[in-house]
């Protein structure tokens, strides 16, 4: 079993930066592929990025391209999103996730969800 916890969330202005970070225990960190989707109220859930197991590939959704940083850190078994230039639109719960196939985007096939952590970002 592995356990993900999502912290770093908060109320933040327009403009403003937030880093993110998902902890795991449980099964080795290194295997999986890791990535970082959002849930807004009344909207479904959308991929926000993706880092495979290296952390040499990198994927963004388009509406946080230049603005989001996905990267970890195994020997902390961590993940983070280090979020700039926010958007009152980017407010939605963070939650993380592992990828086994090690793709890292939007379709892959992700498990072990974390609870999540609230960003608000206020105009």
């Known amino acids: 079993q592995v356990q993900l916890v999502e912290s770093g969330g908060g109320l933040v202005q327009t403009g403003g930066s937030l880093r993110l970070s998902c902890t795991a225990s449980g099964r080795t960190f290194s295997i999986y592929a890791m990535g970082w989707f959002r849930q807004a109220p009344g909207k479904e859930r959308e991929f926000v990025a993706g880092?495979?197991?290296?952390?040499?590939?990198?994927n963004y959704a388009d509406s946080v391209k230049g603005r989001f940083t996905i990267s970890r850190e195994s020997a902390k078994n961590t993940m983070y999103l280090q979020m700039n230039s926010l958007k009152p639109e980017d407010t939605a719960i963070y939650y993380c996730?592992?990828?086994?196939?090690?793709?890292?985007?939007?379709?892959?096939?992700?498990?072990?969800w974390g609870q999540g952590t609230q960003v608000t970002v206020s105009s």
């Open positions: 996730a592992l990828d086994p196939t090690n793709r890292a985007t939007s379709t892959a096939r992700y498990e072990y």
């Open positions: 880092v495979t197991r290296s952390g040499r590939t990198t």
